[in-house]
């Protein structure tokens, strides 16, 4: 069975502070990671990463995948109090058709 | 708004009373998935549809849960003769056939059974 685990399980940080969250993962057959962003609603999508040390940016935002280690982190640069939410990873398994497997997620609270 | 809707948003039924809960996909996409976040758990994968087709359900409960996507109208997830291990948050994605990995996820359907 493919398993996620995200580290920490919890963050508290102050505004402007930098964030590193953990994804390590365990698929038969890794296809892709991908990480979201859920607060009170819907889990919003940030990033989906395929190939090893290929950075993803977004804003303060950026993530990398290393493939030798099963695992990605995702970074947040000079963290604001609307950065406060769930990151959430989840990966794909080529033997497992379209599903998302997830991991249990990441809270993180940014404190003015 | 052209993101995935979900309705309704909150949803409260009495034991053995059926829940039917809507999706429509964001616009242009034909793959659409259902997951459900029970109370301090993670989101996990429930049923995977195109129009007309179930194509993976292998995340449904065997009895009482069933899934359509037909060719005209939102999917709906229906679940029968409730019970209180039901209530949990239920939310529909959807993709596009070029890249069925990005899953864009609406707001959920917040389930309570009394």
């Known amino acids: 069975e493919d398993k996620v685990v995200q580290s920490p399980l919890s963050l508290v940080v102050h505004e402007g502070d930098t964030v590193t969250l953990n994804c390590s993962y365990e698929?038969?057959?890794?296809?892709?990671l991908l990480w979201y962003k859920q607060e009170k609603k819907a889990p919003t999508f940030l990033f989906m990463l395929?190939?090893?040390?290929i950075e993803k940016k977004s804003g303060r935002l950026s993530s990398i995948l290393d493939k030798k280690e099963l695992s990605s982190i995702l970074n947040i640069t000079a963290t604001q109090t609307g950065d406060s939410a769930i990151y959430l990873c989840?990966?794909?398994?080529?033997?497992?058709?379209?599903?998302?497997?997830f991991g249990g997620g990441t809270r993180l609270m940014v404190k003015p | 708004n052209a993101g995935v809707m979900q309705n309704p948003r909150h949803l409260v039924r009495r034991r053995g009373q059926e829940a039917r809960l809507r999706c429509s996909p964001m616009?242009?996409?034909?793959?659409v998935y259902w997951y459900r976040q029970l109370p301090e758990e993670g989101l996990k994968f429930m049923v995977y549809?195109?129009?007309?087709?179930?194509?993976?359900e292998s995340g449904m409960p065997k009895e009482r849960f069933s899934a359509e996507f037909p060719k005209e109208g939102p999917s709906i997830l229906r679940i029968q003769q409730v019970v209180r291990g039901d209530s949990a948050a239920y939310f529909c994605?959807?993709?596009?056939?070029?890249?069925?990995?990005?899953?864009?996820f609406g707001p959920g359907t917040r389930l309570t059974v009394l």
């Open positions: 395929t190939s090893s040390g």
């Open positions: 989840a990966v794909v398994n080529y033997n497992a058709g379209n599903m998302l497997t």
């Open positions: 994605a959807s993709s596009n056939r070029d890249n069925t990995d990005t899953q864009y």
């Open positions: 616009k242009g996409h034909s793959h």
């Open positions: 698929v038969t057959n890794f296809r892709s």
């Open positions: 549809l195109q129009k007309e087709n179930i194509i993976d």
